[in-house]
């Protein structure tokens, strides 16, 4: 019933106390045995307790935390494992979740062991010959060493080290990797590190560890430069819950998710705003993504009254170290983020702020960079907050891209979050015109993809900044996916209750916005896309735009076999560098049709749309004929409204209206 920002969480349950019990018993725990729990994620003022007792806590519901509970379980009896969650109303800014959403662990190993996340994986020299791989192991107990075999992608050992050299509580290897294969987007081969760590002779703990040799830097010069490339960051970012079926981590949901950004072009991911899943980072080491690894969307001052301001002071060292350790392996991370648009951008104590916790993101890891969503770009170039960070992130305001980049000292600038263009699939309003906040009667944004907000903007603003400023190394497109929650521009109308930013909608289905950014970022396949959709009774005779999005330079529109003419890239205006526009098209029933023509003049592909007949079949396809029966394995299938012929229906009636 609340009035104020009816949809920002999905209008969902998630407030209130729940509690998780597991009765276990535990055989293989025995003495010289150790008992950790670990959570991948808790939704959220997790307490945990082992048989009554508690054990400890952690309120960030996002955080990673592991618990050492060998003290608390009873050898040869059943034990009760219980975790009691609470997730207290005005604590989100978009929908959490609530509950175990993500993995728990129980691990029983011999207290003589590698400590928790204690084993360091960094790839220090690369040449095309050699690469040297540093291992850094913590370990617990004496007279101790550690045998590392590396191995390839088909379990091929190619280099093999032993050592007992001690310093404190840990063991460093510098291991060669000859004729290494390199990581990339393109190429994302992955090692595997099979430590085994042993106390006079005899084995007491094995870890295997994915891990990818590849170098990242940033410079000035040549922007992003991973492995002697340069880059220009195509990025999108994503929200953790997974549209329909909600924030429980499905690893084939994720699967689903890169696979359509993959064929988009997108090569990086950027977590908004909160750490990631182990599973999603599994996947871009596989899959070949990049990855911006957020950890705060609040500091000290308040966002919402409940959120993580309240635990800033006592938890944010601590969950930003769990954060690097639990993660700091994976080839995919290139760059952290210490927190989006909070309000400590003004005045001296942010400043100071963000200095502690780069601080705490360098000691943990010297090897990456670390960045800020800033989106008071006015207050940070006067306080020294930008000019702090390694790399400055904007949020937005591209008319200060410029500006910044002359006050910041360090010579590029990352577009950390950008576009907000809103848009509903195969939904089209007429006069096409590119508006502000615009809200319509039936609740939707119009796919002509010029609809943005007061404080967002088009894509083709970021393009262009990214085309011809060399100092902007990327984008991070807000967002890559719809996503529950914030459903501006319709915050406060019902039923409203997801996002419409995406760039492909709730369900993962392409918008057309998504042909845009495909046209700019894939490379390796053509792109031609037409919209409008072709039906449009009552609308005879009216002017009805029709946009191109292509990676070709020019094309032909036809209606019903008359040319509409030949339209051309040019650097006239911005749209025209990304878009072919016949503005001037009047609707008749019939077919649409483009044909592309490549720089020589000669036609080389073509796209139709049709106007169709009635609704009369729906047909269904399963984007894959087998899944796995484990409970967790998904099929998503897609229904399509079709006319006798097999024509694809656009439109079906919508009966929601503004109230």
């Known amino acids: ?38 959570f991948d994620g808790a939704m959220s003022n997790a307490e945990v307790f082992v048989n009554g007792q508690m054990v400890g806590n952690r309120p960030y519901g996002y955080s990673y935390f592991y618990f050492d509970i060998s003290d608390y379980i009873i050898q040869g009896k059943e034990n009760v494992i219980a975790v009691r969650l609470e997730n207290q109303p005005f604590s989100s800014r978009w929908y959490p979740g609530a509950g175990l959403y993500r993995k728990v662990r129980l691990t029983i190993k011999d207290k003589v062991n590698f400590t928790q996340w204690g084993n360091t994986i960094t790839t220090p020299y690369i040449s095309e010959n050699l690469a040297k791989v540093t291992i850094r192991s913590k370990v617990q107990g004496e007279n101790l060493s550690v045998k590392i075999s590396i191995r390839d992608a088909q379990g091929a050992v190619v280099s093999e080290s032993v050592s007992t050299e001690r310093y404190a509580n840990e063991i460093e290897q510098n291991i060669s990797v000859r004729k290494p294969r390199l990581w990339s987007p393109e190429t994302p081969y992955l090692y595997t590190a099979e430590l085994k760590l042993y106390q006079n002779g ?3 703990d094995t870890e295997l560890v994915r891990f990818g040799i590849r170098e990242i830097k940033y410079t000035a010069a040549k922007g992003f430069e991973p492995q002697w490339k340069s880059y220009q960051i195509q990025r999108v970012c994503l929200h953790h819950d997974l549209g329909p079926i909600g924030t429980a981590v499905n690893k084939a949901a994720l699967k689903r998710q890169l696979t359509i950004l993959k064929d988009l072009g997108c090569n990086a991911i950027r977590s908004s705003h909160n750490m990631p899943s182990i599973e999603q980072l599994e996947l871009c080491d596989e899959m070949g993504f990049l990855f911006l690894a957020e950890s705060f969307d609040e500091w000290k001052k308040p966002k919402v009254k409940n959120g993580y301001n309240l635990y800033f002071d006592e938890w944010a060292e601590q969950d930003v170290v769990n954060l690097v350790q639990a993660t700091r392996n994976h080839a995919c991370i290139v760059m952290w983020s210490a927190g989006n648009e909070v309000p400590d951008q003004w005045g001296s104590e942010g400043v100071k ?28 170039m006067e306080s020294g907050f930008g000019a702090i960070l390694d790399i400055p992130g904007l949020n937005y305001r591209t008319h200060l891209y410029e500006e910044a980049f002359e006050k910041f000292p360090q010579g590029i600038l990352l577009g950390s979050e950008t576009a907000s263009t809103v848009s509903s699939r195969g939904v089209y309003k007429f006069p096409v015109v590119s508006t502000a906040d615009k809200v319509y009667d039936d609740l939707q944004c119009s796919s002509y993809d010029l609809d943005f907000c007061s404080w967002s903007n088009i894509p083709e603003d970021d393009y262009v900044l990214q085309a011809d400023k060399p100092w902007v190394i990327g984008e991070f497109v807000w967002t890559g996916f719809d996503y529950l929650g914030e459903p501006t521009p319709y915050d406060n109308y019902w039923p409203a209750r997801s996002s419409y930013f995406g760039i492909c909608d709730l369900a993962g289905l392409p918008k057309d916005r998504y042909y845009l950014y495909r046209s700019l970022w894939n490379t390796n396949d053509q792109t031609l896309h037409m919209l409008p959709h072709w039906n449009w009774e009552g609308r005879e005779g009216q002017t009805t735009p029709v946009f191109v999005y292509t990676s070709y330079n020019q094309a032909e529109l036809f209606v019903n076999g008359k040319s509409q003419g030949i339209q051309r890239k040019s650097n006239e205006s911005k749209l025209n560098r990304t878009r072919l526009m016949w503005m001037d098209v009047k609707y008749e029933p019939g077919t649409l049709k483009v044909v592309a023509y490549n ?15 009635k609704p009369h079949h729906i047909k269904l396809e399963a984007d894959r004929k087998t899944i796995m029966a484990n409970g967790e394995d998904l099929s998503y299938v897609t229904a399509t409204v079709g006319d006798k012929q097999g024509n694809f229906v656009p439109r079906l009636p919508i009966p929601c209206r503004l109230k």
């Open 353 to 380: 702020r963000l200095k502690w916790l780069q601080d705490i993101f360098h000691r943990e890891d010297p090897t990456r960079p670390v960045t800020v969503g800033m989106d008071q770009v006015k207050a940070v």
């Open 202 to 204: 005899v084995l007491k």
């Open 599 to 613: 720089d020589e003049g000669k036609a080389v592909d073509e796209k139709s749309v049709v106007t169709a007949g």
């Open 1 to 38: 019933m609340a009035t104020e920002k009816t949809g920002r969480t999905g209008a969902l349950p998630f407030v209130g106390v729940g509690w998780y019990r597991k009765r276990i018993s535990v055989p293989e725990f025995t003495p010289g045995k150790q008992a950790i729990i670990q």
